[in-house]
C-alpha cells in the first residue's frame, strides 16, 4: 500500500465517554462490518471487558474509507486505507497506551457532552503530544438531551489549542457527525513517512495469545517491509522466530504477503508465550536486519502484589495452571509459590496496578472455575539495614522487625479533577493519605486540576473509592509512578492466641500504625465467632503491643441457650455451625471463618 493513502489513527477519551461505541459506528460506516452482523463493542472481545465497559487489550482495524467528491471537510477525494488502534483506557495500562499512540500519526480526542473534561482526557491528551500526534477534537453524545455542547466545545477547544468551531460534533450512538470525522482523519492526518528501502523495522504494540494460533503480535512498521517468508529478530532479546503469517485485521484477519512502511498489521510466529513478544519491542528481519531498534521499549514491572490463595487447598494445582495460562497472554502479569501460614499454599502475585489485579482475579474465579482469597494489595518497599544491605519487600510479613536504617516507598503523581466545590474535601483527604500539593489550575471557571504527588500504597486500598464518594462521583482521578520516597514506616502484625497470622501483616506510616492496629482487632473481634476457649487478638509492632481485642468463650452458650427448648431449633443450630466450619480456615487452634478474611482483607 502506498503511505500516501494510509492513516493511522487511534480515539482517546476518559472512560465511559464513547470510544468503543464510536470504533463500532466508525467499523459499520465504512462497511468493515456490516449493520446485522454488528454486534456491540465488537472490538472490546473479551466478555470482562464488554460488561465492564473498558478495553484492556489493544487491536487495530484496518478500514478502506472512500472520501467523496464534493465532501464538506474538503479532504481530498479518493480511497484512502484508515487504521484504527484502540487503546486501552485505564491508567493500569499506561504503558500499552503509549506503545499503541507511537503506532499513528493522529489521536481523535473524544469528550463526553454532557460530562466534559475528566482526568485521563487530560492524561491521554499529555501522552498523545508527547508521542507528538497531531489532535482531533470531537464532542461526543451530542444527542443527549443533557449535552451542554456551547460550555465544553468552548472547554475543549482552550484545552488543546484551537477554535471553537474546529471542535467536531458527533453522536456515536446515532451515527450524527462520523462521517464527517472520517473526512476530517484523511484531511488532517500526516500520511506516515518511513523508508522503504532500509531495513525493516516495525513497532510491538500488543500481542495476544491465541488457543489455536499461538501469540498474535500487532506491528506498526515504520521502514522497510515484512514480508511472511522472512525469519524475523526480536530486538530486545535477539530471539528469532520463523514467520508464519502476516496480515491485517478488518475485521477478521486476511493474510497478507508483506507489510510495508506504514502498515499496521499482524504477525504469527511459532511462539507460544507472549513474554517472547513483548509490547514495545522492535521486530526486524534475521537476515540483514535494522541495528537500531525504535525508542522506547520498557520492561513492565508490578507496581502492587497480593497473596492469592485458592479457598479449597486442592485447587492449588488448578490455580498455579490457571496463572500459568493467563501470563501467557499477559506479560505483566507475575508470580510465585508462597506459603501462608494462615491460608496455606498460594501465589505471590505482582500486577501493574489495581484494576490489574482485579480482572486477572476475576478472570481466574471466572475462567477457571476458582473460589479465592487475596490478601490485602501491597506496593513494593525497599529496605536498607543497618549493616547496609538492602532488601526488597513484596510481601508485608518479610517485612524486618528491626535494624532497618532507611525504607523506601514507591510514591505517584496523582491528577485529580473536580468542580471546584470540592478542593477542600479533596485536600483533606489527600493530607488524611500523606499527600503533597504540587499545584492547581482552573481548567473553566467552576472546574479545577489538583497534583499531588502521594505514596502509591496510601492509595492503593480505597482511595478513589473515597474520593469518588466524597464527591458525589464527580471528581476522576489519574496517577503515574514518580519514584521512591523515604518514608516513616512500620509492620503491624496481628496475632491470634498470641500467634502472628501473616496474611493480615501490614506496612503502614507510623502514625497511622496504632489506628491501624485497634481498626483490625476490632474488626476482627466480629468477624470471627466465639470458640470453644478464649481466643486473645493482638495488634503489634515488633514485641509491642498496640492494640488487644478477646473473643470470649463460647459454644456451651449456644446449646444452653436451647435448653429445654425445642429439639428442631436445636438440630438447625447444630446444622447451622456444622455449615459455617465448611468454609473455615484453621489459624493455629482458631477457626476463622473466610468471611473474616475477605472482610478484613477488603477495605482497611
Ligand atoms: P468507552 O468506555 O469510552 O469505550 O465508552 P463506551 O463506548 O463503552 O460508551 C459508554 C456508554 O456511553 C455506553 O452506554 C454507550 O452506549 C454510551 N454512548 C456512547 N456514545 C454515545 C453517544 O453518542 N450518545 C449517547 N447517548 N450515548 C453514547
Ligand atoms: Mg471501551
Not at 483506557?89 to 499506561?94: A, I, L, R, S, W
Not at 496523582?414 to 504540587?438: F, H, N, V, W
Not at 501473616?502 to 489506628?515: G, L, Q
Request: contains cysteine; proline residues 5%.
Amino acid at each position: 500500500t502506498d503511505p500516501a493513502i494510509i492513516r493511522n489513527f487511534c480515539i482517546i477519551a476518559h472512560i465511559d465517554h464513547g470510544k468503543s461505541t464510536l470504533a463500532d459506528r466508525m467499523l459499520q460506516i465504512t462497511g468493515v462490518v456490516d449493520e446485522r452482523a454488528a454486534r456491540a463493542q465488537y472490538l472490546d472481545r473479551m466478555d470482562i471487558e464488554r460488561e465492564r465497559g473498558i478495553t484492556i487489550k489493544s487491536q487495530a482495524v484496518r478500514m478502506p474509507w472512500t472520501v467523496a467528491a464534493d465532501n464538506e471537510q474538503g479532504a481530498e477525494p479518493g480511497t484512502y486505507v484508515l487504521n484504527m488502534i484502540d487503546t486501552p483506557g485505564h491508567v493500569d495500562f499506561t504503558y500499552e497506551v503509549s506503545r499503541s499512540l507511537q503506532a499513528c500519526e493522529a489521536a481523535v480526542l473524544l469528550v463526553d457532552a454532557a460530562q466534559g473534561i475528566e482526568a485521563q482526557t487530560l492524561a491521554n491528551l499529555y501522552l498523545a503530544m508527547g508521542a507528538d500526534l497531531h489532535i482531533i477534537p470531537v464532542l461526543n453524545k451530542i444527542d443527549l438531551p443533557s449535552a451542554n455542547v456551547e460550555k465544553y466545545a468552548l472547554e475543549l477547544a482552550n484545552l488543546v489549542g484551537c477554535e471553537v468551531e474546529d471542535v467536531l460534533l458527533t453522536s456515536a450512538k446515532t451515527g450524527l457527525g462520523v462521517e464527517a470525522l472520517l473526512n476530517e482523519i484523511v484531511r488532517t492526518t500526516p500520511a506516515p513517512v518511513g523508508d522503504p528501502d532500509a531495513p525493516p523495522r516495525a513497532l510491538i504494540f500488543d500481542s495476544v495469545y491465541d488457543t489455536y494460533r499461538g501469540v498474535v503480535t500487532y506491528v506498526r512498521v515504520v521502514d522497510g517491509k515484512l514480508s511472511h517468508r522472512d525469519r524475523i529478530k526480536m530486538m530486545s532479546t535477539g530471539a528469532v522466530h520463523e514467520m508464519l503469517e502476516v496480515g491485517v485485521i478488518s475485521p477478521e484477519p486476511v493474510k497478507a504477503g508483506d507489510l510495508g512502511v506504514g502498515e499496521v498489521g499482524y504477525l504469527i510466529t511459532g511462539v507460544k508465550d507472549v513474554r517472547q513478544s513483548r509490547v514495545g519491542d522492535t521486530v526486524t528481519s534475521q537476515h540483514n536486519g535494522a541495528d537500531e531498534p525504535l525508542g522506547g521499549y520498557e520492561h513492565p514491572n508490578p507496581m502492587v502484589y497480593a497473596g492469592l490463595y485458592p479457598i479449597d487447598g486442592d485447587d492449588y494445582p488448578t490455580l498455579r495452571d490457571a496463572l500459568e495460562k493467563l501470563q501467557l497472554n499477559d506479560a505483566a502479569l507475575a508470580y510465585e509459590p508462597e506459603t501462608s501460614g494462615a491460608l496455606g499454599f498460594g501465589f505471590r502475585c505482582g500486577f501493574l496496578g489495581l484494576l490489574h489485579m482485579e480482572i486477572t482475579r476475576e478472570r481466574l474465579e471466572r475462567e477457571f472455575n476458582l473460589e479465592l482469597i487475596s490478601t490485602a494489595p501491597n506496593v513494593v518497599y525497599h529496605v536498607t539495614l543497618d549493616d547496609g544491605s538492602r532488601i526488597e519487600v513484596t510481601n508485608p510479613s518479610e517485612y524486618p522487625d528491626s535494624k532497618i536504617r532507611e525504607v523506601l516507598e514507591p510514591v505517584v503523581t496523582a491528577t485529580i479533577l473536580s468542580p471546584a466545590d470540592y478542593i477542600g474535601t479533596i485536600m483533606e483527604l489527600c493530607q488524611t493519605k500523606r499527600g503533597t500539593l504540587l499545584g492547581m489550575d482552573y481548567l473553566s471557571e467552576d472546574r479545577v486540576e489538583m497534583r499531588y504527588t502521594l505514596p502509591m500504597g496510601e492509595i492503593a486500598f480505597d482511595f478513589f473509592d473515597n474520593l469518588k464518594s466524597k464527591t458525589k462521583g464527580y471528581a476522576s482521578l489519574n496517577y503515574e509512578f514518580a519514584g521512591e520516597q523515604a518514608g516513616d514506616l512500620v509492620k503491624v502484625d496481628i496475632l491470634l492466641q498470641g500467634e502472628p497470622v501473616d496474611a493480615f501483616s501490614a506496612i503502614v506510616h507510623k502514625d497511622a500504625a496504632y489506628s491501624y492496629g485497634v481498626m483490625l482487632a476490632g474488626k476482627l473481634r466480629e468477624l470471627i465467632p466465639r470458640q470453644q476457649f478464649e481466643v486473645p487478638i493482638q495488634a503489634a509492632i515488633g514485641s509491642r503491643v498496640i492494640a488487644r481485642e478477646t473473643i470470649r468463650a463460647i459454644r456451651k452458650d449456644v446449646l444452653a441457650k436451647c435448653y429445654g427448648g425445642d429439639i428442631t431449633r436445636k438440630r438447625k443450630l447444630l446444622e447451622k455451625q456444622k455449615e459455617g466450619k465448611k468454609r473455615m480456615k484453621m489459624v493455629g487452634r482458631v477457626e476463622v471463618p473466610q468471611e473474616a478474611f475477605i472482610a478484613a482483607l477488603s477495605t482497611t
